[in-house]
């Protein structure tokens, strides 16, 4: 797995050899530094239904990302982030959030 000990895992959903999801479930199930190392699910379709996303991710993000949403992840999983200028919408989805259905409004 490697020696480098990561503070957060951005892990696009769709890629050519091994799919996120199981590249998530891979890293947690090692004996690895990253093992509690919280993981961000990133998908480029943004109508990705969160109450099928696997409880492996701790949020999950549309692209394409914004600043103002991936700071508000970091915030949400307890990072400290300096503060924003101006206002921005969210285009993210905690854990907490995927058992609820989200209003198609909150999440734009």
Not at 20 to 42: D, L, M, Q
Not at 52 to 81: C, I, W, Y
Request: aromatic share 6%; proline share 6%; glycine share 4%.
């Amino acid at each position: 797995m490697g020696d480098i000990k990561f503070d957060c895992i951005l892990m696009d959903l769709q890629m050519p050899v091994l799919d996120g999801e199981a590249a998530a479930r891979y890293i947690k199930s090692t004996n690895s530094k990253n093992t509690n190392t919280p993981i961000v699910a990133v998908s480029a379709y943004s109508g990705t239904d969160p109450n099928e996303m696997s409880n492996v991710f701790d949020a999950a993000l549309s692209k394409p990302l914004q600043k103002a949403d991936l700071l508000h992840v970091f915030r949400q999983l307890g990072f400290k982030t300096s503060a924003l200028h101006g206002t921005a919408h969210h285009k993210v989805t905690t854990t907490s959030q995927l058992a609820q259905p989200i209003p198609i409004a909150a999440a734009l």
